[in-house]
């Protein structure tokens, strides 16, 4: 391990006592391991040399055959070998692996090098670690400030580290676990690098890695509840019985602890491994491999953990067997990933249909609890977020709410349902208009190659592209005031009618709404056309248009389509 804390010590200037051969497998081993990594200890006294006998010795990847396959896009295989090498704890490896792994998941520009100093610099007016304790975020819990053994200028850089970032995403209003996550990275780089690292993991979308509000902290326990009551039936049965009457809802209320507060380092840092490429999921079925675990230990025959003992610390029994959990880092790994038919999507599930209920209660009661949560008085009901969740691959919940709020109030007493999506119906104007020309209004969602996400709430049927004028030709351009153009990524915005304030003097080319034929559709014209895409769907241009007075909707004004999403509204 290559830790860079200016506090550290040196694993080249301890004194060498020993050099016995200890079973990779065994407690005792894992234990010295540790000592051996935990640089930022006064644990100097010793340095047993960890020897594997040649018929056990693996053979582990390299951190260049691993950035091989991120480099390469190969997230599946990526994540086979993070979950099958065990690198010992104290492997030089994670100096790179994990800021590498970390930079997967980063969003927007790159940091340039000294960014991190200047922003110091700007939160402390100098880039010395000052004497006095520094005052944490509102975000952070005083009680899950878990140091892993950092030495005070260790700790002091941690709650650095987590001070900047609280600066730099004043959106974060609740994240226990910032802190802790912070602390492991500082094992294993430096301090400009742990932030970077830090910054990658909270900005994510689609990802979750980080919870940043009591909302998503409260969805995950029961995300997990309501996942091991399905995958670790006997697991959850037995600790119920033993809750005295007590609902159990309070033991995984501190399911993250388990692992981040109870494990060993050995254990954690593997556990990292994995947490750092996949995300949440990991710590999902990690927690449920603990429980598993546990159930099996407590009932066996020799066992020193009875029901009673449990009994009378049920809320404790969980955290005290992760820190002497008698499975090695490899066996817990393989017990959380050998749980059968526990999907991504099936987690994904669970988790959405929690946080919809949990929003949609907080609304009902009135109450503010939940800080900063975004809503409105007319949300798509739980089932309607859940469905479009699973289906589309162009909106995020979040995204969807944006949309909520820039919708005519009357449209948002209805519910959202997808009409049509290339990635179901393929890429054809024709079927495009079999299923959807008869609704009224739509959303229309473009996802292209470079994952801009933008479109158009259209405010017409796109079947009045064949109705006639009194002359009996076939008007050009339909629709209302009502169409508007939106950006949701990488920029939000909403662009309505110019005409929506008043006469804007453009005379016809402010009201080219909405245009379609057998060859193209368009929206918005006047000197440019806000959207146009051809008739096999696939490629699609935007400009400024005088309807709607938008910029470009993508960097390049020309863009390839992946993904065509139109929704309608039930009822309206």
């Known amino acids: 391990m290559v830790a860079k804390t200016q506090d550290s010590v040196s694993l080249d200037n301890l004194s060498k006592r020993a050099s016995v051969y200890i079973d990779p497998d065994c407690d005792l081993y894992l234990e010295l391991q540790y000592l051996q990594s935990s640089k930022l200890t006064k644990c100097t006294c010793f340095d047993i040399q960890l020897l594997t006998s040649k018929g056990k010795r693996p053979s582990l990847k390299s951190f260049q055959d691993v950035q091989g396959l991120i480099q390469q896009g190969k997230k599946r295989e990526t994540k086979i070998v993070l979950r099958e090498n065990s690198w010992s704890t104290n492997s030089p490896i994670r100096s790179q692996l994990w800021p590498a792994l970390c930079a997967q998941h980063h969003v927007g520009k790159t940091m340039l090098d000294g960014f991190y100093w200047d922003m110091v610099n700007q939160v402390f007016g100098t880039t010395e670690l000052p004497d006095k304790p520094i005052m944490l975020p509102p975000f952070v819990d005083s009680t899950h400030c878990l140091p892993y053994h950092l030495t005070r200028k260790g700790r002091a850089v941690a709650d650095r580290v987590v001070s900047v970032l609280g600066y730099a995403c004043p959106d974060i209003t609740y994240s226990p676990t910032l802190y802790p996550i912070t602390s492991i990275l500082l094992h294993f780089m430096s301090e400009e690098e742990c932030y970077h690292c830090m910054a990658s993991l909270v900005a994510p979308k689609e990802k979750v890695f980080i919870t940043q509000t009591k909302l998503l902290y409260e969805v995950t326990w029961k995300t ?104 090695s880092p490899t066996k817990l790994l393989r017990t959380a990933f050998s749980i059968r038919a526990l999907s991504s999507t099936y987690i994904s599930r669970v988790f959405l249909k929690t946080e919809m209920l949990l929003k949609s209660k907080s609304l009902l009661s009135g109450t503010k609890q939940l800080v900063r949560s975004r809503s409105s008085d007319n949300l798509p009901t739980s089932q309607s977020q859940i469905n479009v969740q699973m289906m589309s691959h162009t909106l995020t919940i979040r995204e969807l709410f944006t949309l909520w709020s820039w919708l005519p109030v009357r449209i948002t007493m209805y519910q959202p349902v997808l009409l049509y999506t290339t990635e179901e119906h393929g890429c054809s104007l024709t079927t495009f208009y079999v299923r959807v020309e008869q609704h009224e209004p739509t959303l229309l969602m473009i996802k292209t190659c470079n994952n801009e996400v933008f479109g158009a709430y259209c405010s017409s049927r796109w079947y009045e592209r064949n109705l006639k004028d009194d002359r009996g030709q076939r008007q050009a351009y339909f629709g209302t005031g009502e169409t508007f153009l939106f950006s949701l990524y990488p920029e939000r915005a ?52 005088q309807t709607f007075n938008n910029p470009p909707l993508c960097a390049s004004g020309d863009f390839e389509i992946r993904v065509l999403e139109v929704y309608g509204f039930v009822g309206a």
Request: proline share 4%; aromatic share 10%; hydrophobic share 40%.
């Open 494 to 545: 909403k662009y309505p009618w110019v005409g929506i304030e008043g006469d804007t003097g453009l005379g016809h080319a402010s009201e080219l709404f909405m245009a379609a034929d057998s060859k193209m559709i368009t929206i918005g014209g006047g000197e440019g056309q806000a959207i146009w895409m051809d008739e096999n769907i696939r490629f699609g241009k935007t400009d400024r248009c």
């Open 224 to 327: 997990v509840m309501q996942v091991a009551k399905k995958h670790a039936k006997s697991s959850v049965n037995y600790l119920s019985s033993l809750c005295n009457g007590k609902k159990p809802e309070s033991i995984f209320m501190d399911w993250c602890w388990w692992i981040l507060g109870g494990l060993p380092f050995p254990h954690l840092v593997r556990v990292m491994d994995c947490f750092f490429h996949e995300g949440i999921k990991v710590f999902y079925r990690v927690s449920l491999a603990i429980l598993i675990l546990f159930h099996k230990h407590a009932t066996a025959s020799n066992s020193e953990l009875d029901a009673d003992t449990i009994k009378n610390d049920i809320d404790n029994a969980l955290p005290k067997f992760c820190k002497n959990i008698p499975v």
